[in-house]
């Protein structure tokens, strides 16, 4: 399995990326697909999820509203639309996928990716 991430850069406060997970060695479907992000001094979090089989979208409470989880599943990607981007939005951004049904626990997944950084500054 192997998942790679990519979309981040430099944005404004305010402003709008969309990060994108290309998974390779999986069925979609399958297995939740997650986001998650960790900023220095700080655990790593839970973003967005989209759960296994019913591909239902969660999202952390500080995100709801701003960023959209999607699967692509003709291309074997999860993208997350990140919008109205605030300055505690910044850090690296990780997909990772597991065979769990709590999808903003990070230690219910298996894989990883290396990883993307968003930086929120003006």
């Known amino acids: 399995v192997q998942l790679v991430e990519s979309g981040g850069g430099l944005v404004q406060p305010g402003g709008s990326l969309r990060l994108s997970c290309a998974a390779s060695g999986l069925t979609f479907g399958d297995w939740s697909i997650g986001w998650f992000r960790q900023s220095p001094g700080k655990e790593r979090e839970g973003v967005a999820g989209i759960r296994r089989r019913s591909n239902s979208p969660f999202y952390a409470a500080s995100v709801a509203g701003r960023f959209t989880i999607a699967q692509d599943n003709a291309k074997n990607t999860v993208n997350l639309q990140m919008r109205n981007l605030k300055p505690e939005d910044a850090g690296i951004y990780y997909c990772?996928?597991?065979?769990?049904?709590?999808?903003?626990?990070?230690?219910?997944?298996?894989?990883w990716g290396q990883g993307t950084q968003v930086t929120v500054s003006s």
């Open positions: 990772a996928a597991g065979l769990c049904d709590r999808m903003l626990v990070s230690t219910e997944y298996q894989y």
